[in-house]
């Protein structure tokens, strides 16, 4: 079992960074790959990137593809977003999830998800 917890999020200006955390519990979080996933209101649940249990392969959606960063540190049981150069299209509940068979930018995929961290940039 793992459980997951987001931090980070908050109200930034159009052009501004953010860093998301995503805490994991669990001694074997290391074995898992993680994603981040957002849902904006009205909107499906979008792929935002994601990265391998060892961080030596990650995937990003084109919406984000050179503004945003996944990281990993498992000696902290924490994968990281960085996120620059917001736009406010890029708001939305951010949501992190782990599946120890890999990563997919399918919501489907994962087994484990945490509460979400809002984050809302301003135009």
């Known amino acids: 079992q793992v459980q997951l917890v987001e931090s980070g999020g908050g109200l930034v200006q159009a052009g501004g960074s953010l860093r998301l955390s995503c805490a994991a519990s669990?001694?074997?979080?290391?074995?898992?790959?993680t994603g981040w996933f957002r849902q904006a209101p009205g909107k499906e649940r979008e792929f935002v990137a994601a990265?391998?249990?060892?961080?030596?392969?990650?995937y990003y959606a084109d919406s984000v593809k050179g503004r945003f960063t996944i990281s990993r540190d498992n000696a902290k049981n924490t994968v990281y977003l960085q996120m620059n150069s917001l736009k406010p299209e890029d708001t939305a509940v951010y949501y992190c999830?782990?599946?120890?068979?890999?990563?997919?930018?399918?919501?489907?995929?994962?087994?484990?998800w945490g509460q979400g961290t809002q984050v809302t940039v301003s135009s």
């Open positions: 990265i391998s249990w060892s961080g030596g392969s990650t």
């Open positions: 669990g001694r074997t979080f290391s074995s898992y790959a």
């Open positions: 999830a782990a599946n120890p068979q890999g990563y997919s930018d399918s919501y489907l995929w994962y087994d484990y």
